[in-house]
């Protein structure tokens, strides 16, 4: 097999890491509105939006990670 065979899956894996990068600064950026403080202080927690950036953006990066340096 050639070595250019993997170049495609590094390319993605490098697209999902930017975009997992991506993910989690904008979760912290929606983490810290005035909306979502509010909803922090009255419930204890983040909202579930900012969870779901937060989770994307972590299994992006894994995926992305992986798939970056999988030979």
């Known amino acids: 097999m050639s070595r250019r065979s993997g170049l495609p899956l ?3 894996g ?3 890491l930017v ?4 993910l989690a600064f904008w ?3 929606l983490s810290e509105s005035v ?5 922090e202080l009255v419930t204890g927690s983040e909202t579930d939006r ?7 953006g972590a299994v992006s990066f894994a ?3 992986y798939l970056f340096l999988k030979k």
Do not use: C, E, K, N
Not at 19 to 22: D, M, Q, R, S, V
Not at 35 to 39: I, K, P, Y
Not at 50 to 56: A, D, I
């Open 63 to 65: 995926v992305g990670l």
């Open 27 to 29: 979760g912290f950026q």
């Open 10 to 12: 590094r390319a993605i």
């Open 19 to 22: 975009l997992g990068a991506g």
């Open 14 to 16: 490098i697209a999902l």
């Open 35 to 39: 909306g979502s403080q509010v909803t």
């Open 50 to 56: 900012v969870m779901m950036f937060y989770l994307s």
